[in-house]
């Protein structure tokens, strides 16, 4: 496949900041299309989005970069990616940025899977992927996702833990998005109907009190439904962890928890409302706070890596020796091509943690991650619940099933 344009143009991200629209062309003529995400509660080791000099620098970085890719040839995802990561040089794409490296990688990959004649997901997985992920949306949201009072866990989340169809599962989870706000017009007196970053509802209810809603709100829509829905959170712990003190403040209640009551805390919550799901309970260094959590709750909940991890094999690795999580966040914008994400979702696999693939809080509008998704045989697919830049990756994820058949469901047993 021989690379015979590459363009670019500004796009935005759902909080409406630029990001960088690049299309690649290959000499057949088939194209590639994509823009990457931008995170607000990101890990510090993730690669850093934009090359010193910010999108300015990374512009000028890509038209020096057209002139060395257009002409080459490549064979295969992997040898496009170590070509990238060879041109950038310094191992994490610092010097490029990973909104150009990503960029260029997944509109390649497109362009090759059209060359190629099959969706993404398949000529990401070599035409192994053969099943799909059960729909995992944030309904309920603070910490950095949100403005003034709101929770201070980031994200409460639900995800079905047996569907028939992806269409099933994501129905539910509306079904679950609506009800909550319902029930916030009923218990939360400032309530305004106001949104955070994911689409999920912000309240001035307490922590508790919140996911004592959703809880709620779960139960009923359960019921009404058939559907076996469960409850998640993602602490963002990283984004609460005060390193002077080696402690966790939490705003609404003006309230500092040690390291031992973070743990404890989390262990509580997980008990209290039965959560099936725990996204960063402590902060990203904290592999052993991570396993003794993991320890106490990984039977009943999975207990997954997203700061700690950045989708990164050696952290990932690390984190399998300590038995610090049971699941792991993949986010392709953290290391910045298809080619290390996958390796990713390998290492992680081999190690016995279930996948999770993920948006992130300023999305783009466009559908590939759902392909990743399958491509990686992720168990869940965390994606929010509504607003158009989450929608188009759950519609993906719905004609895919529904116009190729013969992908199978995703099932949840704890
Ligand atoms: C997270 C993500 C997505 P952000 O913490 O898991 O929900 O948020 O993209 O802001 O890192
Ligand atoms: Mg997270």
Redesign the pocket.
């Known amino acids: 496949m021989r690379v015979k344009d590459l363009k670019w143009t500004i796009n935005y991200t759902s909080r409406g900041n630029p990001t960088i629209e690049i299309v690649l062309e290959l000499d057949s003529g088939a194209t590639g299309r994509f823009a990457s995400p931008a995170g607000a ?1 990101r890990g510090r080791l993730e690669a850093p989005p934009y090359p010193e000099g910010g999108l300015t620098a990374a512009l000028k970085i890509l038209r020096e970069f057209r002139e060395d890719v257009v002409g080459r040839e490549f064979e295969s995802q992997k040898e496009f990616d170590v070509y990238l990561s060879e041109y950038d040089g310094t191992g994490n794409y610092s010097r490029i940025g990973s909104v150009v490296s990503l960029g260029c990688s997944v509109a390649f990959a497109e362009a090759a899977a059209k060359e190629d004649g099959v969706p993404m997901f398949l000529w990401l997985s070599k035409g192994t992927a053969s099943g799909y992920p059960l729909p995992l949306g944030n309904v309920l949201g603070g910490g950095k996702h949100s403005r003034g009072r709101s929770i201070d866990i ?2 409460i989340l639900v995800f079905p833990s047996r569907i028939s169809s992806y269409r099933e599962g994501y129905d539910a989870l509306i079904e679950v998005h609506k009800k909550v706000g319902k029930l916030l017009i009923q218990r939360d007196p400032g309530f305004t109907g106001g949104k955070n970053d994911e689409g999920a509802w912000t309240t001035n209810l307490s922590d508790e009190d919140a996911l004592s809603l959703v809880s709620d709100a779960v139960d009923q829509v359960s019921s009404e439904l058939g559907v076996k829905l469960a409850l998640g959170i ?1 602490a ?1 712990a990283s984004t609460l962890y005060d390193e002077a003190t080696n402690s966790y403040f939490y705003r609404r209640r003006n309230r500092y928890l040690d390291r031992e009551q973070q743990i404890n805390y989390m262990l509580e919550l997980i008990d209290k409302f039965g959560i099936k799901y725990v ?2 309970p402590v902060e990203e260094n904290d592999y052993a706070g991570f396993s003794i959590i993991n320890r106490e709750a990984g039977r009943r909940s999975l207990i ?1 890596g ?2 700690i991890f950045v989708t990164n094999v050696s952290r990932i690795k690390l984190g399998i020796e300590d038995k610090a999580a049971n699941a792991v ?1 993949i986010k392709p914008n953290q290391v910045g091509d298809l080619t290390k994400t996958l390796d990713a979702v390998m290492e992680a696999g081999l190690g016995g943690l279930k996948i999770v693939v ?1 948006h992130r809080s300023g999305e783009t509008v466009f559908p590939h991650l759902a392909h990743i998704a399958i491509a990686a045989g992720a168990i869940l697919f965390k994606c929010g619940v509504v607003g158009g830049e989450r929608i188009v990756k759950h519609m993906e994820l719905m004609r895919l099933e529904e116009e190729l058949g013969g992908l199978k469901p995703a099932t949840f047993n704890l």
């Open positions: 509660s980031q994200e993602d963002a996204e960063d997954v997203d700061d966040i993920s």
